[in-house]
């Protein structure tokens, strides 16, 4: 399947809006038989910790009530109405809730719009959710921010997530891109925290890496009109039924060697 531009780049947003609607139609519909978007998957995106070990294969019950923390693309921006966002839509795709903590233009350093920074809100959640899953997801919002003390403001957040949860599973989410090419700082961003997942062994989903959006759909899976390039609501579906993807590998990956419990040493 193949999307593009509209014709005619001077038609009013409410046309572009029931474009995008259509397309989401079309898509949700492609769905049933097929996902042509995806690429053949060779290896599940693991993220291995520096000793070997892998993250254990993810267990969810049959409903799982899922905590989706993130940034505007969390929050659901540009989908029309919000919660045609991509976090809603994976309460459904998964038979399951979603417990959605989004803020526009928030980051691991930077407060946002509407909250403070990753680790001060995760500081006030309620531990009483008692989510199956954590997916924490982002963030470009960092990528104007001091390099050099990106990773101790993660490893806070991660810390706190969990202090607060410390039972729960935990997928962390990287940036995508809103533009492209791919800028170097929200690269930088990708690496960092792929690499500090793996020192969790937690899961880590790369759409950087995976090349989830492109020059080819970048034009129906981003709205760029002014003061938005964030997901259209074709995107946000697009990106809900990519993280499904991703949790279903996720949930059938092998138990590497490394894996399995090791004997008590002999004292």
């Known amino acids: 399947m193949t999307y593009s531009r509209p014709m005619n780049p001077t038609l009013p947003r409410r046309s572009a809006l029931v474009a995008a609607g259509a397309l989401a139609v079309v898509l949700a519909v ?34 799982p009530t899922v905590l989706v923390f993130g940034d505007s ?76 003390t990106f990773p101790a403001a993660v ?40 690499v500090l997942a793996a020192q969790r062994a937690w899961w880590y989903i790369s759409p950087v890496q995976e090349e989830w959006i492109t020059t080819a759909d970048y034009p129906w899976i981003i709205d760029a009109g002014p003061g938005l390039l964030h997901p259209s609501d074709a995107g946000h579906e697009y990106l809900a039924h990519r993280v499904i993807e991703a949790l279903d590998r996720f949930r059938t990956a092998p138990i590497t060697a490394a894996d399995s419990a090791a004997p008590d040493p002999v004292e």
């Open 30 to 63: 492609a769905l049933g038989v097929a996902r042509p978007w995806m690429p053949p998957v060779e290896t599940p995106p693991i993220a291995a910790a520096d000793e070997g070990i892998s993250p254990a294969p993810l267990a969810l019950p049959e409903h």
């Open 73 to 148: 693309w969390t929050y659901g921006s540009a989908a029309t109405p919000r919660t045609h966002g991509y976090a809603h839509l994976l309460g459904g795709l998964l038979h399951g809730t979603t417990i959605i903590d989004g803020v526009r233009g928030s980051g691991y350093q930077k407060p946002g719009i509407d909250g403070p920074d990753y680790a001060t809100r995760i500081r006030s959640l309620d531990a009483g959710i008692a989510p199956d899953l954590i997916i924490i997801q982002g963030s470009i919002n960092d990528r104007r921010e001091d390099p050099a």
């Open 155 to 194: 490893n806070a957040a991660w810390d706190a997530l969990a202090d607060v949860f410390p039972d729960a599973p935990v997928v962390v989410l990287g940036p995508a891109p809103h533009e492209l090419p791919v800028g170097a700082s929200t690269a930088r961003i990708d690496h960092d925290l792929s």
